[in-house]
């Protein structure tokens, strides 16, 4: 009495799947570098300082103290001012740091 030998199923051992989440960092007044959302590649950015809201309110502030002369500092100080970020690839803003 021959018997066809018993058939084995082949075992399927569950795989570990790993997700890897790149939270990039926030661009504040310095060059950062990060991946561009626009060209998709990795830059660090050209930073411009613009006149924002904080500089026109301290500019306002020190004109009601009537420091008229004084008044015109918050434009040449770049720490009152907003930071533009642009990708140097593709020349597009990528974010804007607000001070307020």
Not at 63 to 70: A, E, V
Not at 83 to 96: A, D, F, G, L
């Amino acid at each position: 009495m021959n018997q066809p030998p018993p058939q084995t199923q082949p075992t399927i051992t569950p795989g570990v799947t790993q997700v890897v989440v790149m939270q990039q960092l926030l661009l504040r007044d310095v060059a950062g570098q990060m991946t561009c959302p626009h060209c998709q590649v990795q830059v660090l950015t050209e930073t411009t300082h613009t006149t924002g809201l904080v500089t026109w309110l301290i500019c306002g502030a020190l004109c009601c103290f009537m420091c008229w002369p004084c008044c015109l500092i918050p434009f040449c100080v770049d720490s009152c001012q907003d930071v533009e970020h642009r990708c140097p690839n593709c020349k597009r803003v990528i974010h804007i740091h607000k001070h307020m």
